[in-house]
């Protein structure tokens, strides 16, 4: 979450209730209802709002976060205005067909709902596939090991609450009418380049959007070998909205 004035700009990161950093440790790797994560993020924009009262606040997430980020902004949009002024999108994942058959997620679902709170790894959804998220990683569990914050196994609730919110991405997007930035690498194993550009066609003309594509670059921009250039780009268009 970046705020920002005239003079100066500053970066906020909350912790995510059901990940890696949450104090609770008993609800690591899950999450009750979706909602919360809403709830968490305007709680966060208010105490910012009240440090910087001046302030434009800037929504910002990766991955997941931009999940957390594009459905928080519409369960706003739908009542009153978000209370933010623009938003960030990195790595958005907006679609799980080409990895996920249809039916497997029936029978996911079918399953999170009868067992919510049992515990999976990720590489239960990749089966066999070694998914790369970063250069210097061999799949995803090596780079997300050597964090602090790693979390080995999810409940099947929470991944049938990503898997949802993946697929209304696409419907959420049409309702975008703040200046919108959305990074994404051409060696993105969750989202091939041409859903995220399906995804940016569907936000509204009259909505200032800039799209930044980096053909080299993984799903884990903030890891990545061009995370410097990719910084680089946000502050660019921060700049540009002054």
């Known amino acids: ?23 609770n440790q008993d609800r690591v790797g ?26 434009k606040i800037i929504w910002c997430g990766e991955s997941m976060g931009s999940l957390i980020v594009a459905h928080a902004y519409q369960s706003y949009a739908q009542n009153k205005k ?16 080409h990895k996920i058959p249809s039916w497997e997620l029936h029978v996911a679902n079918l399953i999170a709902s009868l067992f919510p709170r049992l515990r999976v790894p990720l590489t239960a959804l990749s089966g066999e596939d070694s998914v790369k998220v970063t250069q210097g990683a061999d799949c995803h569990d090596d ?19 990503l898997g949802s919110h993946i697929r209304g991405m696409h419907q959420i997007a049409s309702h975008f009418n703040h200046p919108t930035l959305i990074i994404n690498g051409g060696k993105d194993y969750f989202t091939p380049p041409k859903y995220v550009d399906t995804f940016c066609q569907a936000i509204p003309p009259s909505t200032m959007t800039l799209h930044r594509y980096y053909p080299e670059a993984y799903h ?19 700049d540009s909205l002054k």
């Not at 920002?4 to 909350?14: D, E, V």
């Not at 993020?41 to 910087?52: A, D, M, S």
């Not at 050597?146 to 609730?157: A, D, E, G, H, V």
Request: hydrophobic content about 45%; aromatic content about 12%; proline content about 5%.
């Open 82 to 97: 978000p209370p933010c002024d623009a938003i960030v999108l990195l790595a958005p994942v907006v679609n799980l067909s």
């Open 30 to 55: 899950d999450i009750y209802h979706h909602e919360e994560w809403y709830k968490d993020l305007h709680t966060f924009t208010i105490l910012i709002q009240q440090r910087h009262p001046e302030a």
């Open 220 to 238: 884990l921009l903030m890891y990545d070998d061009q995370r410097s250039k990719i910084f680089a780009d946000i502050v660019d268009w921060i």
């Open 1 to 23: 979450y970046i705020t920002q004035n005239l003079a100066s700009s500053a970066l906020y990161a909350a912790v995510t209730r059901g990940q890696g950093n949450d104090l």
């Open 143 to 161: 780079q997300a090991a050597t964090n602090s914050y790693f979390i080995p196994k999810f409940t099947l609730r929470l991944l049938a609450t």
